[in-house]
DNA sequence: AATGAATGAGCATTCATTCAT
DNA sequence: GATGAATGAATGCTCATTCAT
């Protein structure tokens, strides 16, 4: 099983033709993976799929985790995209405008694709290149701490921003990610949304929240 | 690729050799998943590492993936016993007790063999029994769906139960989760469970949160 | 032992590269067969015998069977056509022309290959698709009932047309065949031809054969 | 894959106990091939299905085809035995007698556990030793051959007795063979046995079937 | 004698990759 | 550029046989 070691296309293609079949064999790609997981998606299979022969997806990517690695690259950019049309925060917006902002822009990004963000999640959640599947949240919680250390005296009282922002993104991240899991079209419902901003208001916002106080464990026996 | 239907061990050892070999080879298991991956995980390969032959490794599994069933079975099963340890909650308790409780054993089932929970979800996510990896946040929200609905009058008011409870399950867990595959040891740090426990009591408790209010997004160009 | 379905050659050949590798794979299969028998008849043996690598056998056959209902078709097809080429029998020809051409017909048909003969029958017998190697006698049975029934007047009084036929068929392809078995080139000695029309005359001639009578099989002790 | 040389069962078991070990074995080793047939049948099939280990298996029998050897053997045993019991013929018998007395031995013979004998032959028949099951008819074509040397005034002339015996033998047998092959029960009808002698006489009684002549077989084009 | 756990060579089949056309 | 036949290492799994208990 001869495997070069590059996981990038092969080669930009310019041409219109090219561009066509490389979008081709990544929709069958796609398919593939879909239909039969990461295990059972050959090369062969893939390329019958794409109506072109194996030669010709080799002319295109290098070998077969580069398919892979594309299809990842191509969703996160256009996730990313959909979080920066709707993330253009300022510094300077009040703690409510921003949390509804984060909310929704993190939402709206996990509505590209959704049902391929998930096949990319657990079909290919142990390839390295996965990792990329992160990047968004990488940005978002790098944008909340920076946010956080200006308004600090808008907000509650923060130990840790960097501790602060994580939690945010991975919890408002996770349940929009276990929702769609459970229906992909639960999200259609504003509910989520705004159990969601309210989650993060809650956490954020001065308020009367008690602090927290030493609450024993049950003995373990 | 024959495969029998079976995800079930093929036979209850009764003996102690049989015992150490299918714990032996449980230990390869995980040894060469982690190593090499779900795709690259041969059963010729495991059956080396376990210093047995595959034909013992047969005799005790029908095939590969009732390997991974069974990693899965006994961890899944481990982390049950964590949680119902430390969550033995009355529906009487008081709110800031039960989110302290909830909190707590949702961390504490992650702490147990937490790189082989890293490992099961990141390498097995794609399979089907995989699915079982999720039974613990189920009887989670379920525990709190009906403790929201006994405890109605000491919490916030909610319009869906059920939803809430997902939230907090959803969040906590990828809280955790996530803090995991950052710094393995980063749970020791109890300014996490800190943050959590804040993250529920500002969700969950009466009068702190301000309303949500319309705030409009901003033009998608 | 994973096995696909269909029993069909998976492509049909139109280059003459492919021809021939399909050729050669189906003398080697033949050759192992004699040699090592079918169940010590393994694809990689029979692939390395013919030249080419496993993965071409399967680029087309698509599983271990395939190949050797490819060779069993073959050859009834072979068989067929020497049958028919003798066999060309008019409704209306007298009985004894019709008999020596019956038998005549039956015999060259069996004079085609008959080591492969032998072997398919002794090796593949078992085999589902075995059956097939019996299509010649059921269109010699059909063709005769056919016939008595039309001539039964030139012929002795029968019962049952489609038993006789069946008994005609049936003996002179195991003396022909079992001839084969004794020494592939006893066939090639006239006097079992006319030994058999010998027999078949006696069987459906109308003659001084007296009518069967009852003998009493002796005590059994 | 180690096998021994002999084929032999590795002991004559005198003690009662052992001899139903050996009894229970086979019968399993005989449903065995019926259920699966030879390439499928295991020897840790074959002895599960007796109810007894491997290891006990391999102290009577010292491989795997010594068990269907010793098969063969039995069966070829009860099928003499049958054969012996009617056709006690004397030499002197008139060719009448004679004829009836051989078809209905060789008829008796195949209806000694018929379908253990398609079986052997359809499953075994690759198998060195299933030469055996050819034993009856070597002793059948030889106890005729030399009746029709003894008595050839009374039947008509032969210049091959040998032949004809064969012929004979042959026929008979093919006819029985494949009438079980259609329906088990199909011998129950005396209809085939009368076939069969009617066939015989017209073959061996004299002054019946008109002489051979020269027909000419059609062009082949 | 009987057991059945263990062995490991061998088998059918797949699949990433190459390259002659 | 495109094609698809060819390659052969690797995989999941079976099974005849042995041997410690």
Redesign the interface.
């Known amino acids: 099983m001869p495997q070069s070691d590059t996981k990038k296309p092969r080669r930009t293609p310019r041409q219109q033709r090219s561009q066509e079949t490389v979008e081709v064999i990544l929709q069958a790609t796609a398919q593939v993976l879909a239909e039969h997981?990461?295990?059972k998606s050959s090369t062969n299979r893939i390329a019958k799929r794409a109506g072109v022969s194996v030669g010709s997806l080799y002319q295109y990517f290098p070998n077969k985790d580069a398919l892979f690695q594309a299809l990842i690259e191509r969703h996160v950019s256009a996730q990313n995209d959909a979080f920066s049309?709707?993330f253009?925060i300022s510094l300077g917006s009040p703690p409510?405008?921003l949390i509804?902002?984060a909310v929704?822009a993190l939402v709206a990004s996990h509505q590209v694709q959704p049902e391929l963000h998930l096949l990319l999640?657990?079909?290919l959640?142990?390839?390295e290149q996965?990792a990329e599947l992160l990047t968004l949240d990488t940005r978002a919680i790098q944008a909340l701490e920076a946010y956080f250390r200006v308004q600090s005296k808008s907000l509650r009282p923060m130990?840790?921003p960097r501790?602060?922002a994580?939690?945010i993104v991975?919890?408002?991240?996770?349940?929009v990610?276990?929702?769609l899991m459970e229906r992909p079209d639960k999200l259609d419902d504003p509910?989520?949304e705004?159990?969601?901003?309210?989650?993060v208001?809650?956490?954020l916002?001065p308020?009367?929240?008690?602090a927290?106080?030493g609450?024993e464990?049950?003995e373990?026996?």
Chains 1, 2, 3, 4 share one sequence.
Do not use: D, K
């Open positions: 997981g990461y295990a049309a709707l253009s409510p405008v509804t902002q929704r999640i657990s079909q959640g142990g390839l996965a130990e840790n501790l602060v994580e939690v991975f919890a408002v991240e996770a349940v990610h276990r929702s509910a989520v705004r159990e969601l901003i309210r989650l208001e809650g956490y916002l308020g009367t929240a008690p927290v106080q609450v464990p049950p373990t026996p």
